[in-house]
């Protein structure tokens, strides 16, 4: 069975960083494009990072690039998103998406920007 | 950015009957390989987006054939034959071609 887990959310003040991880399991991990979507009431679906399979080509959404980075471990199966310089509207949850056309998602990670 | 527009954005249906929802987008969603990336979400309540249908017209595996997608260009359609309690949920549209990738603001689906 294709799993994603997504861990690493929790309440951080602005300004913090955090580290999202994605443990995947079920498929072979180095054969797909990686992506990170986030959701919120008020904007709904973003989607916000892809990364190539071998990690030699990344997408950013403009609002995050600067800030965030995605990168990969192909050997441990797992996709991160490292978040810099948080703000309160990147307040959401984090779901974890295999591919650039979204055909499996994990069940997603809060992440909460408030001091 | 591609904006991707949705109508309705609720939906009341009676089981049984069916049920329709558009997506437009801003510009032509044809990639230069010739085809079009364009996917349909299902979010039921409590649960994260669950695909649908892959360029335009694809069932994922699992999906029940009730479900069909079809359109071309900016104009594209999801159909519910006949709707079933457990289609209760959010459905979103969303292009797979043009970067950044967007979703459509999503039309609440509920029985009447």
């Known amino acids: 069975e294709v799993q994603l887990v997504e861990s690493g959310g929790g309440l951080v003040q602005p300004g913090g960083s955090l580290r999202l991880s994605c443990a995947t399991s079920?498929?072979?991990?180095?054969?797909?494009?990686m992506s990170w979507v986030r959701q919120t009431p008020a904007k709904g679906l973003e989607w916000l990072a892809n990364i190539k399979q071998d990690g030699s080509q990344e997408d950013y959404l403009d609002s995050v690039k600067g800030r965030f980075t995605i990168s990969r471990d192909n050997a441990e199966y797992s996709l991160y998103l490292q978040m810099n310089n948080l703000r309160a509207e990147d307040t959401a949850l984090y779901y974890c998406?295999?591919?650039?056309?979204?055909?499996?998602w994990g069940q997603g990670t809060m992440v909460t920007v408030s001091s | 950015d591609v904006v991707m527009t949705q109508s309705p954005l609720s939906l009341p249906v009676t089981l049984g009957q069916p049920a329709s929802i558009s997506c437009r987008s801003s510009?032509?969603?044809?990639?230069?390989?010739?085809?079009?990336?364009l996917n349909w979400f299902q979010q039921r309540p409590g649960q994260s987006p669950r695909r649908l249908i892959y360029?335009?017209?694809n069932r994922d595996s699992g999906v029940p054939d009730r479900f069909s997608g079809s359109g071309s260009g900016t104009d594209f359609t999801l159909k519910i034959s006949r709707v079933e309690a457990e289609d209760v949920g959010v459905y979103y549209c969303m292009q797979g071609t043009h970067w950044p990738l967007t979703f459509g603001g999503g039309t609440k689906v509920e029985i009447k």
């Open positions: 079920g498929f072979t991990f180095s054969s797909y494009w």
């Open positions: 510009q032509s969603l044809v990639h230069s390989d010739g085809t079009t990336y």
């Open positions: 998406v295999r591919d650039i056309v979204g055909d499996i």
């Open positions: 360029k335009v017209s």
